[in-house]
Nanobody, 129 residues
């Protein structure tokens, strides 16, 4: 079983920046995707960004392209999400997730839940206007 711990959330004004961090420990995967989802009050959980095990493929939701950057620090088993030009609509609880799959489509389906997906506890991001 893998454990994921997120940090770095907080309150920021529109146009500001935050960097989220996800530290992983426990089970290792041979091939996987790791990334971020978010859930705003009253809304469904949605995909934000992901990177595959080799780092050779990165995907972003259209709503964050050009503003968010996902990266990995393999030496520290950490995934980072740099968020720039934040908007009030980015306000949500951000969750780190990992799934042993080579398919970005299957990874994105983690928004529906499932035992194949491992989640952190989430970190709150609030963007004021």
């Amino acid at each position: 079983q893998v454990q994921l711990v997120e940090s770095g959330g907080g309150l920021v004004q529109a146009g500001g920046s935050l960097r989220l961090s996800c530290a992983a420990s426990g089970r290792t995967f041979s091939s996987y995707h790791v990334g971020w989802f978010r859930q705003a009050p009253g809304k469904e959980r949605e995909f934000v960004a992901a990177v595959n095990w080799s780092g050779g493929r990165i995907d972003y939701a259209d709503s964050v392209k050009g503003r968010f950057t996902i990266s990995r620090d393999n030496a520290k088993n950490t995934v980072l999400l740099q968020m720039n030009a934040l908007k009030p609509e980015d306000t949500a609880v951000y969750y780190c997730n990992v799934r042993q799959t080579a398919s970005i489509l299957l990874f994105k389906l983690c928004k529906l839940g499932g035992s194949e997906c491992s989640w952190g506890q989430g970190t709150q991001v609030t963007v004021s206007s």
